[in-house]
């Protein structure tokens, strides 16, 4: 049973147009929220992490929104670039986990010229 | 930059093989992790290990087993491989700060095809 729910699953969005991709946990003991980005024939990579004393983290174009009250984090993508074309992963951890993440299903983002 | 490297991009093995899949790191990480990517279910924890010669089951340990001898090498090995074992292995590594956020570095993948 996974900890952490992703959606959706796949994602087309027009060049210049916003992704968003939504995440939901249950323990709320998780104290560290990351997002990783995978390409094809790549493993994934660490994009953007938000810990829950901050509701929303920006780097570039991605965003973290974070709602602790409703156990809830999102990425936003503004302006999406066909380059930004990848699978998704959002995950949580609890610091006293060794590191061991919980990733969520993956959402496939296909950005369109 | 943190490389994480897995021996093998590709394999193919029979039923009831014993396969062997190799991860190395070169930064000196203490945590490293092997996990399962099957489309629809992200990936799952199959083993972690903290340090040389320490290993905890992560989700899904069934069928599997693990080896670290050296700090830069972790080893997966399935006993007698089956075709629910067919997927894509994933290795990363961490810092190995105990109770920090740390950063995973991911390896290539191996996918594996067991018929």
């Known amino acids: 049973q996974q900890q952490v729910k992703q959606s959706p699953q796949s994602l087309i969005v027009q060049k210049g147009g916003i992704s968003i991709i939504n995440c939901a946990y249950e323990?709320?003991?998780?104290?560290?929220f990351p997002w990783y980005q995978q390409f094809p024939g790549k493993g994934p990579a660490l994009l953007i992490a938000?810990?829950?004393?901050?509701s929303e983290k920006k780097e570039g174009r991605f965003t973290i929104s974070f709602n602790k009250s409703a156990k809830q984090f999102s990425l936003h993508i503004m302006d999406s670039q066909p380059g930004d074309s990848a699978t998704y992963f959002c995950a949580s951890l609890t610091t006293d986990s060794w590191g061991k993440l919980q990733f969520g299903a993956g959402t496939q983002v296909v950005v369109t010229p | 930059d943190v490389k994480v490297t897995q021996s093998s991009r590709y394999l193919v093995k029979r039923t009831g093989e014993k396969v062997f899949l190799e991860c190395v790191q070169d930064m000196d990480h203490e945590n490293m992790f092997w996990y399962r990517q099957d489309p629809g279910l992200g990936l799952r924890l199959i083993y972690f290990?903290?340090?040389?010669?320490?290993?905890e089951k992560g989700d899904i340990p069934e069928g599997y087993s693990v080896s670290r001898e050296k700090k830069e090498r972790f080893s997966l090995i399935l006993e007698s491989a089956s075709t629910n074992q067919t997927s894509m292995y994933l290795c990363?590594?961490?810092?190995?700060?105990?109770?920090?956020?740390?950063?995973?570095?991911f390896g290539p993948g191996t996918r594996l095809l067991v018929l």
């Open positions: 290990s903290y340090d040389v010669k320490m290993k």
């Open positions: 323990n709320t003991a998780f104290d560290y």
């Open positions: 938000i810990r829950p004393d901050v």
């Open positions: 990363a590594s961490s810092r190995g700060t105990s109770g920090q956020q740390e950063t995973q570095y």
